[in-house]
């Protein structure tokens, strides 16, 4: 899986998403067999200019906009999303 954010958009609390999905990432790495492999990509800009001056937001894949009302519930979102994908 690939995320990417645009460096303006990490005032409206994806800086802390990012921060806190990586950190729920190695705590996978270290207590299952097969934790998820994420990539993440820091971009000037992801060219979604009017999404990204109204709500937090992460691009997965390239292709989807995964957005949400608040760095927090797009941390939640995220993290669902990755424990969905990599169930046992």
């Known amino acids: 899986m690939r995320v990417e ?4 958009n990490e005032k409206l609390g994806v800086r802390k998403t990012i921060e806190e999905v990586k950190h729920w990432l190695q705590s996978q790495e270290a207590a299952t ?3 998820p492999v994420v990539e993440f990509e820091r971009y000037a800009c992801v060219e979604d200019c009017a ?3 109204r709500q937090p937001f992460v ?4 292709r989807e906009s995964l957005t949400a009302p608040s760095g927090e519930e797009l941390t ?5 999303r990755f424990r969905d994908q990599h169930k046992p």
């Open 59 to 62: 691009l997965v894949n390239q």
């Open 51 to 53: 999404q990204c001056v």
């Open 76 to 80: 939640t979102l995220l993290l669902n």
């Open 33 to 35: 067999a097969n934790p």
């Open 5 to 8: 954010w645009c460096v303006h």
